[in-house]
């Protein structure tokens, strides 16, 4: 946000120096693009993000919108009353253009030709740095060894059931060869699971973290959820197995 008010305020002094009104104009337009979206950012960006994301005044795309709005509002109804955006009659412009100082005018391309390189290379410095931001909190949970049955004891015993019969009959299947049967009964898994991650959660948040990240490995060996093909038979028995080991 910093860079384009820096250079649009850059621009305007060298405007207010003798460049050409309407190069600068330009320049200024340009650059009210970023600094737009960079404020917007900052508005409705939330004030604690994760790491390489921005943080703001967590105001919210909505309210952020409304101000948006309330400000173009204001600048129109202001123009419109002071008419102080009204320009020179073609013929007084031209006058205008005709006296002004040549040698301003170049003095001030010239400057904006090192404003060019100075933020070109401000970038590239810029881009070259290492990313510092907020460190990520370590998930420890998925790696914690818990003993069988551990994970789930705090859930009530027929919700676990139920995901280990459909965990049990995507095994049976897979062991079978039916690619089909044990897919569906993966899928029927993942989405039971899904479904009660708002109630089992909050029962255990460490055990809810440890069955998902065992669940996870097991839904991407049938490709569900990942963006892979499905991995041999073997390799499914094998998450299928750890994941009703850690169910108990």
């Given at each position: ?15 207010k ?62 123009l ?42 401000l ?19 998925s790696a ?34 039916n ?70």
């Amino acid at each position: 946000m910093l860079l384009p008010l820096g250079l649009i305020a850059a621009i305007t002094a060298l405007w207010k120096f003798g460049a050409n009104p309407v190069l600068s104009f330009w320049f200024a337009y340009i650059l009210t693009r970023p600094l737009g979206a960079n404020i917007g950012d900052w508005l409705a960006s939330p004030k604690v993000a994760r790491p390489g994301e921005p943080t703001g005044l967590a105001l919210g795309t909505f309210t952020t919108s409304l101000i948006f709005l309330g400000l173009i509002l204001a600048t129109v109804v202001y123009l419109m009353v002071t008419r102080s955006d009204v320009t020179e009659t073609h013929e007084a412009a031209h006058a205008a253009h005709a006296t002004g100082d040549p040698r301003k005018e170049r003095v001030a391309l010239a400057g904006f030709g090192l404003l060019a390189v100075a933020t070109t290379g401000l970038l590239g410095w810029a881009h070259g740095q290492p990313h510092v931001g907020p460190v990520p909190e370590e998930d420890n949970t998925s790696a914690v060894q818990m003993a069988p049955g551990q994970a789930v004891k705090k859930f009530p015993p027929a919700k676990v059931a139920a995901l280990k019969t459909l965990a049990s009959t995507s095994l049976k299947d897979a062991r079978s060869g039916n690619a089909t049967g044990a897919h569906a009964a993966a899928r029927s898994l993942r989405d039971l699971w899904d479904a009660d991650q708002a109630s089992l959660q909050p029962m255990d948040n460490i055990g809810w973290t440890s069955i998902d990240a065992q669940m996870d490995k097991a839904l991407k060996t049938f490709g569900i959820d990942h963006s892979n093909p499905p991995m041999s038979p073997a390799q499914q028995e094998k998450e299928l197995n750890a994941l009703l080991t850690d169910m108990g």
